[in-house]
């Protein structure tokens, strides 16, 4: 529903000109806010201290932070852009993935800090691949229960049925570890440093995730656009219907759109597990609304977009929570997410979508 | 249901005005048969309330097909405008404005509540046209997912308020914190009326009385408006907005007014739940509560008021009585070492589950939305099946 259509072009001059600015602000409005920020900080940074070392760690821990996120993000936008409707409950099955994974090293894998350093990371990989089939499958079972029934309804029941199932899983949590932060074993020694370059402190936590991120991020690059089901899930993402008469069977293809969605998530609940060392029922809901901001950012449907957005939004909240104050945080991100929807709801890399814009 | 329709049909037309009449006369004279104050007309009071909010997260979601989801946020302005109004918490300041008997002596802002509801009404009005605006060249969940964005704006800045102090250019607020965070702020003062002594918490018929009068009127309004030329606009822009716009609906103005009638009824219902809980706290306004509301306007059946009605009284009456004391105990006679009222959302989450599947028009179902939905499922089917052919 863009307003610009309906203006004349040639005749009315005058109409025209609010609306080159508004193509302008929609156009590199966002890239100005998110740049305008780390410049700011950078000539205060330069001005009290005289070098960026607080700026490049908050950056980099951003990153880093950030891939958790995007793999979050990864399960929103290949959602998004095959039935197009937001998995409000994806952040619940990340929130699940971290349960999952930590119950299964520290309770059935038994594998404590006494545990050998092989031990522990042939631990993590089994949880870590237990986890990912975990998540895939309660994603799956999401699409079965709430959204196939509803498949051709109108817009809002399969929307209602997700926030329904959202705090369903919410409170499997609840009744799994209880309603306040658990800890969980700090395997890893995660804030233990390795190196430090140009001032800028590398964790273990940092290793880990991009350890898991970057291989997972790359894989499933590769598979969307290689692959037979890849294909499959892109041409039914352009259209359902042509892709059907073309015999692609596409309530296979959503299955598995759901299911790949579903392994990131897990991968994402493991990484955030040990990296943050604390867990608890309600990072599901705050974890999945920054990977939907990210999603949105990189442009919905879009997987590089929900990766980069990822990674932009792990900078925002970390540069917020160090300069501004971790409570603020919340409010930053969102702010950001509804004026990126006024401005340019098709994000960075997204093309315009029949629902937005 | 069908049943149902074939009653209407032999009945005379008038019937359904004598069954809405006589509910209504029952509802004004239910406190009779009550003590002064119990659990039951703690809980009416509550469920008066929550039909009004209820009525008004309807006139969005369910007239004009809005998906709000950040509804808790006009609870929350209205609550805090009856904290900011009629309380201790600006203590610097020595208003009163028609208030009588024990008011008067203490310092802070005190107000009559009927000022203070009107205030509420306006300023969530305002509020809902400034959620609205950005949302207006969006559709479907963007809509959902804006206004839940806004939703928690507003809750982190409840929830560091204290440390938010008005400028002090601003007349006689300048210096003050804006609330008091998750400390809330209590108490607040018992509701006053024109020409009425202030009510106490041990005498509930005025309070339940002013609830009702107030539902009364959110659902007058809501019956009016929804055969008016503005809400046959709304279920215009619901069913088609692109055929709305070209049969000449003016959108924007449309979309924002009803917007704003929803969050100032949302604020009227927040402003009273603000004095009858006695607390305005940050820790109030969460996601979930949006979600509890249109838990209410699913079941009752979306854009049906009289079934948002039944809706809301129902799950006021699970949220509060039910679960707490009347299944509380069952997941201990399974062996479960659950609290049942931790897990009150999740029951939410599962009747909204439930309704959109099993029976998605909502206990008692507004006739268009009904056709709508039985014509919606399985048409991709159906069209597929066609253009295989």
Not at chain 1, 220 to 248: E, N, V, Y
Not at chain 2, 50 to 59: D, E, F, I, K
Not at chain 2, 164 to 178: A, C, N, Q
Not at chain 2, 230 to 251: F, K, N, Y
Request: glycine share 12%.
């Amino acid at each position: 529903m863009t307003t610009t259509a309906t203006a004349p072009p040639a005749t009315a001059p005058a109409v025209r000109r609010p609306w080159i600015v508004r193509e302008a602000i929609g156009r590199f409005g966002l890239i100005f806010l998110l740049v305008a920020p780390i410049v700011v900080f950078a000539i205060l940074d330069l001005q009290s201290e005289g070098n960026l070392t607080r700026l490049s760690n908050n950056l980099f821990s951003g990153v880093s932070n950030g891939t958790i996120i995007a793999l979050i993000a990864v399960g929103y936008t290949l959602v998004y852009g095959i039935i197009e409707l937001i998995n409000l409950p994806h952040g619940e099955v990340f929130m699940l993935g971290s349960f999952t994974s930590s119950q299964f090293l520290t309770a059935v894998l038994g594998i404590g800090l006494a545990t050998s350093a092989l031990g522990i990371a042939g631990g993590i990989f089994i949880s870590l691949v237990v986890a990912m089939l975990v998540c895939g499958t309660i994603n799956v079972l999401i699409e079965k229960v709430a959204y196939r029934p509803l498949r051709g309804a109108p817009k809002l029941a399969p929307l209602i049925t997700a926030v329904g199932m959202a705090f369903i899983m919410q409170n499997v949590g609840i009744l799994w570890l209880g309603g306040s932060p658990v800890s969980v074993p700090d395997l890893i020694h995660a804030q233990q440093t390795v190196v430090t370059v140009f001032g800028i402190q590398v964790h273990r936590s940092d290793l880990l995730a991009f350890g898991v991120t970057i291989p997972l991020a790359l894989g499933m690059t590769a598979f969307i656009s290689r692959s037979r089901l890849g294909k499959a899930m892109r041409a039914t993402a352009q259209d359902p219907h042509g892709a059907r008469l073309m015999g692609i069977n596409v309530d296979t293809t959503i299955t598995a759109t759901f299911f790949l969605g579903g392994l990131m998530a897990g991968a994402a609940g493991l990484v955030y597990a040990l990296y943050e060392t604390t867990i608890w029922y309600f990072q599901g809901f705050e974890g999945g609304l920054l990977a939907f901001t990210a999603a949105v950012i990189g442009g919905i449907g879009n997987l590089r977009g929900a990766l980069l957005g990822g990674l932009i939004i792990g900078c925002v909240q970390q540069t917020s929570d160090n300069r501004i104050g971790p409570e603020w945080t919340p409010a930053i991100v969102f702010a950001y997410l509804i004026l990126i929807m006024i401005f340019r709801p098709q994000g960075l890399l997204g093309e315009q979508t029949r629902e937005a814009g | 249901m069908k049943t149902i329709g074939r009653l209407r049909g032999r009945l005379p037309a008038w019937s359904p005005r004598a069954v809405a009449g006589l509910v209504i006369v029952a509802a004004i004279l239910l406190p009779f048969t009550q003590p002064e104050a119990n659990s039951f007309m703690n809980n009416c009071v509550l469920a008066l309330a929550y039909v009004v909010m209820a009525l008004g997260l309807n006139t969005v979601v369910g007239f004009a097909g809005l998906l709000d989801l950040g509804y808790v946020a006009f609870f929350a302005i209205g609550a805090y405008t009856t904290g900011w109004f009629s309380s201790g918490f600006y203590t610097n300041l020595h208003i009163h404005i028609g208030v009588s008997g024990y008011l008067t002596a203490l310092p802070g802002i005190h107000l009559n509540w009927l000022l203070v509801v009107i205030a509420a009404a306006i300023i969530c009005a305002i509020a809902g046209i400034v959620i609205g605006l950005p949302t207006l060249r969006l559709r479907g969940d963007y809509i959902a997912v804006v206004t839940l964005a806004f939703g928690e704006i507003i809750r982190v800045f409840a929830i560091n308020g204290h440390s938010i102090i008005i400028p002090s250019w601003v007349p006689l607020f300048g210096g003050e914190p804006l609330t008091n965070g998750r400390q809330g702020i209590t108490p607040i003062d018992q509701l006053q009326l024109p020409g009425l002594k202030p009510f106490d918490q041990l005498h509930l018929r005025p309070w339940y009385w002013t609830a009702l009068g107030l539902a009364l009127l959110v659902l007058f309004a809501s019956l009016r408006l929804r055969d008016s030329r503005l809400g046959r606009a709304w279920v215009a822009i619901r069913e088609d907005e692109v055929a709305a716009v070209s049969t000449g609906v003016p959108l924007v103005r449309t979309k924002l007014s009803s917007y704003a009638i929803g969050a100032a009824m949302g604020g009227m219902s927040g402003a009273f739940l603000g004095a009858f809980l006695n607390t305005v706290n940050a820790e109030q306004f969460t996601f979930s509560f949006s979600i509890y509301i249109l838990a209410m306007i699913i079941l009752g059946g979306l854009g049906s008021i009289w079934g948002v009605v039944l809706g809301a009284i129902a799950l006021t009456f699970l949220n509060y009585y039910l679960i707490p004391d009347v299944f509380n105990s069952l997941p201990s006679t399974f062996g479960l070492g659950v609290n049942l009222t931790d897990l009150s959302y999740g029951i939410f989450g599962f009747i909204l589950v439930l309704m959109m599947i099993l029976r998605p028009e909502g206990l008692l179902p507004e006739r268009r939305h009904q056709e709508e939905l039985a014509e919606g499922i399985g048409e991709t089917e159906a069209a597929l099946v066609e253009e295989r052919r």
